[in-house]
């Protein structure tokens, strides 16, 4: 029974994949919805705090094809690396476009726990864009910073907020990069289940809700799906781990622009 439940799945992952792969494979990691409180890999590009409870080096690749164009394909690689008492340290980056337009993000940050409740975090980043070959390119430094807490054993809230002052994209005008504020809880029950939800809020953009559960099928197998008022109004995928390697497939979908499919692969030094 689990077999078959596992290849169908699979299946229709692959299905909504099998258009993307023209420019190479493999983002993100988080379960929907958790993105101001996940603890993890992918918390290099979301709430920097998020990283201070890895114990191994842990890196990983990720790639999303949106709407299955490769025009609006994000390609990621982040490493994590833990530096005992210390804390640990994370570096990330982050691709978005193509040739004739391209988003470009590098950061490094640190992270540690302050006690067994708060962990805290702080991320320096530079942004890049250029478009095509006439309009040249645009850089700009900023910062992100979060914070962790666990209220209760089962209880998580997380806050973050990237770019706070508002770095302008050039000196020539007035227009600024937005910043974003990140903010969720997750309720842990029955050890096997997270239930989460989150809130981003970035400028003069409507606020963004997001509702996520991950189910622990097994130790080595998860199953995780989301709801959103953003441009992925679903989502669904899982991740399975196969000794020191954690892979994911996961899709989000619109139901007029269709699917976005993503993968992941993660290798943790365990």
């Not at 980043?125 to 390119?137: A, H, Q, V």
């Not at 979060?146 to 209760?152: D, L, R, S, W």
């Not at 007035?174 to 809130?199: C, I, Q």
């Not at 959103?228 to 497939?249: C, D, H, R, W």
Request: glycine letters at 12%; hydrophobic letters at 40%.
């Amino acid at each position: 029974m689990f077999l078959k439940f596992f290849a169908g799945i699979t299946g229709c992952l692959l299905v909504s994949n099998l258009f993307s792969f023209s420019n190479g494979l493999l983002p993100f990691g988080a379960t929907p919805g958790v993105n101001g409180v996940y603890r993890g890999l992918w918390a290099v590009f979301d709430n920097p705090a998020g990283i201070a409870q890895e114990k191994n080096f842990t890196a990983g690749a990720s790639y999303q094809s949106r709407f299955l164009l490769q025009q609006l394909s994000t390609k990621a690689l982040a490493l994590v690396m833990p530096a005992g008492n210390v804390g640990g340290f994370g570096f990330g980056y982050q691709q978005f476009g193509y040739e004739l337009y391209r988003e470009q993000r590098v950061c490094a940050l640190y992270s540690r726990s302050f006690g067994t409740i708060v962990s805290a975090g702080i991320r320096f980043e530079y942004l890049s864009m250029r478009f095509g070959d006439t309009y040249g390119k645009t850089g700009m430094f900023t910062g992100s910073a979060g914070v962790i807490a666990k209220v209760t054993d089962e209880l998580r809230v997380g806050v973050s907020i990237f770019n706070p002052q508002r770095v302008k994209f050039s000196e020539n005008g007035d227009e600024r990069y937005e910043a974003v504020m990140l903010a969720a809880l997750s309720w842990n029950f029955e050890n096997e289940t997270e239930l989460a939800v989150g809130l981003s809020k970035g400028g003069n953009n409507k606020a963004i809700v997001q509702c996520g559960i991950r189910y622990e099928v097994s130790p080595k197998f998860l199953l995780h799906a989301g709801l959103s008022n953003g441009v992925e109004p679903f989502s669904f995928g899982y991740t399975f781990q196969l000794a020191k390697m954690e892979i994911g497939m996961a899709s989000g979908y619109h139901q007029l622009l269709g699917f976005s499919p993503r993968l992941t692969l993660i290798f943790k030094n365990k």
